[in-house]
């Protein structure tokens, strides 16, 4: 059984940064694909962004692309989400997700386990 405990939503300021780390625990996740997805209130979750098991391919949203960058270390268990230029729209509870398999997936149907989230609120 695999757990994903999520941190470093807050609140920011519009063109403002934050990292957000996912660490998991209870067993490697070393060889799985990993994903973020993120739910905006009254919306449906949707798909952020996607990393395989190396970090060799990585997938993103159109509308993140060019300012969030999904990274992993696979020794210390961890993947991380770098937002930069964020805008009020990226305002959500953003989970990250592991998944059975190693190439990278965007539907959230092919994750296996999820962590409880973390709120991030851009301010305008």
């Known amino acids: 059984q695999v757990q994903l405990v999520e941190s470093g939503g807050g609140l920011v300021q519009a063109g403002g940064s934050l990292r957000l780390s996912c660490a998991a625990s209870?067993?490697?996740?070393?060889?799985?694909?990993m994903g973020w997805f993120r739910q905006a209130p009254g919306k449906e979750r949707e798909f952020v962004a996607a990393?395989?098991?190396?970090?060799?391919?990585?997938s993103y949203a159109d509308s993140v692309k060019g300012r969030f960058t999904i990274s992993r270390d696979n020794a210390k268990n961890t993947v991380h989400l770098q937002m930069n230029s964020l805008k009020p729209e990226d305002t959500a509870v953003y989970y990250c997700a592991g998944r059975a398999g190693r190439t990278i997936a965007t539907i959230g149907v092919s994750y296996d386990y999820w962590g409880q989230g973390t709120q991030v609120t851009v301010s305008s």
């Open positions: 990393i395989s098991w190396s970090g060799g391919s990585k």
């Open positions: 209870g067993r490697t996740v070393s060889s799985a694909a």
